[in-house]
């Protein structure tokens, strides 16, 4: 008799032992599945108190290997304006990108003196020319990773502004309106400055 209970005991020891990596297993697998090992994703630089004006919060990276915008912008038909954006060490992120911040990634907000025209997710974007009438403005591209936050460096964000003036159109030979004279391209922001031409770099 005492020996059926000794291997009742044996036999009740080995099915809590595999019962207890069986069940370790498959907590590991979920681990895997969830976070790549059991490890959550590593928060992408720090996030600040500052605010941009509609209210985004700046996330402070590191000026080694930070993202970085020039923004350049030239006369088109009609009155409207071209801008392209020269970015470094960053990538535009396709519409349907999940909202997490991801290093070097998102999209960029194109601002007129101060307010918000359009969300950018390419380096190219022809501006109307009713954000523009005559007169001197002041176009701003601001880098945002795909979470809404601003991306920022020294606690400034990652921005170029170029001044652009508006001249009335002066008639050509044809009698058509015609731009008198080319933008003003200027950057006043961001990390970098303008080259001997004005132009960003």
């Known amino acids: ?57 700046y996330r402070e990276v590191d000026e080694k290997g930070a993202p970085d915008v020039g923004i350049e912008v030239q006369p088109a038909a009609g009155g409207a304006w071209d801008v392209r954006l ?24 194109l601002f007129v003196n101060g307010r918000p025209v359009v969300l950018l997710r390419t380096s190219e974007y022809r501006l109307p020319a009713r954000y523009v009438p005559h007169g001197t403005h002041h176009l701003t591209a601001r880098l945002y990773a795909d979470d809404s936050t601003v991306w920022a460096v020294d606690g400034k964000p990652v921005e ?13 030979a044809s009698g058509s309106g015609a731009l008198s004279a080319p933008a003003t391209v200027l950057r006043t922001g961001g990390r970098g400055s303008p080259d001997d031409g004005g132009e960003a770099s």
């Open 86 to 109: 020269t970015v470094r060490d960053f990538r535009f992120s396709p519409a349907g990108t999940p909202a997490r911040a991801v290093a070097g990634r998102g999209f960029a907000r």
């Open 160 to 172: 170029s502004t170029a001044d652009i003036t508006a001249s009335e159109p002066a008639p050509d």
């Open 1 to 57: 008799m005492s020996w059926r209970r000794g291997v009742l005991a044996v036999l009740a020891v080995c099915v809590l032992l595999l019962t207890g990596s069986a069940g370790c297993g498959s907590s590991g697998a979920r681990e895997q599945e969830d976070g790549k090992g059991g490890s959550s994703p590593s928060p992408v630089g720090e996030l600040l108190d500052d605010r941009d004006k509609q209210g985004h919060r």
